[in-house]
């Protein structure tokens, strides 16, 4: 018996947010969510204890759990992600991305495209990165204010007439590291995570296992969460919340619906 997947699809232009790009104030851009589906299905979201993963990151596994995570997903019932998504822009240019779409059009399914990119820069509708030809969109490519990249961008893409592809619009998720694709939403989210990966270290090399979690956002909000658990060897876990607020609107403790051992503001 068949068992029906999670459908990654953007319905229209409708549902993007007017230009130039950015969501509306309460709303997140429909590519963002569907970003932080595949980030999190990739496990994105966690940095392991320096024991577990001793090899440490690399942007090539990075890409790799992007893709193996792709298969969890259709585009439409019945039809996989896996085959209609691509982590670098060279299939997009030699023509490859139109061709995939032309087939699965001429099955009678028309279907988007998406594109997972590396991004050290966005300029709508430009997605700059190092050795690499710019990626234009003919809409937009939105992302969060006021950080920087690096970035991972997911990109549509859909079939032409001709058998091309177009890519149409894009979201730029600012990341820790080229190396370690964990969202931010601020730069003091990557202070902290610097922090944090010192943390382990000094932890491991006591025998002690650190591993730190950030807590997907479910609403919009400036507020990062994360999740820390220290455990010895044999011993029982234990487990802090971390706040990091750049506006400094999180008192001490909670905001009332959730709780935190610690608030790190840029004050303190």
């Not at 549902?15 to 595949?38: K, M, N, T, V």
């Not at 600012?174 to 964990?182: E, G, Q, S, Y």
């Not at 919340?241 to 503001?265: H, I, K, M, W």
Request: charged content about 20%; glycine content about 10%; overall charge negative.
């Amino acid at each position: 018996m068949s068992t029906s997947r999670p459908i990654f699809r953007v319905s229209s232009d409708a549902d993007l947010p007017p230009l130039p790009g950015g969501p509306a104030p309460g709303a997140i851009h429909p590519l963002e969510r569907l970003l932080e589906d595949l980030l999190e299905t990739a496990g994105a979201n966690v940095i392991p204890s320096p024991a577990q993963a001793p090899d440490g990151p690399d942007i090539v596994d990075a890409f790799g759990a992007l893709k193996a995570a792709s298969a969890q997903y259709d585009v439409a019932p019945g039809i996989g992600l896996a085959d209609h998504f691509w982590t670098h822009g060279a299939p997009y240019h030699s023509g490859a991305v139109g061709a995939q779409l032309a087939r699965t059009a001429g099955a009678g399914r028309s279907v988007q495209g998406f594109l997972a990119l590396y991004a050290t820069e966005i300029r709508s509708p430009l997605l700059y990165s190092e050795k690499q030809s710019p990626l234009r969109v003919s809409g937009t490519i939105g992302t969060l204010p006021d950080v920087s990249g690096p970035y991972v961008t997911l990109v549509t893409c859909e079939g032409s007439a001709d058998g091309s592809a177009e890519a149409v619009v894009g979201f730029a998720m600012p990341v820790f590291t080229a190396r370690r694709f964990l969202p931010v939403r601020s730069e003091l989210d990557r202070d902290v995570l610097r922090a944090l990966e010192h943390l382990q270290v000094s932890l491991d090399a006591h025998g002690i296992e650190c591993t730190v979690q950030r807590i997907r956002p479910r609403t919009p909000s400036t507020v990062t969460t994360f999740n820390v658990s220290v455990c010895a060897a044999g011993g029982i876990p234990r487990y802090f919340r971390l706040a990091v607020d750049p506006a400094g609107t999180t008192s001490q403790g909670g905001d009332g619906d959730r709780s935190f051992d610690f608030t790190v503001t840029h004050r303190n």
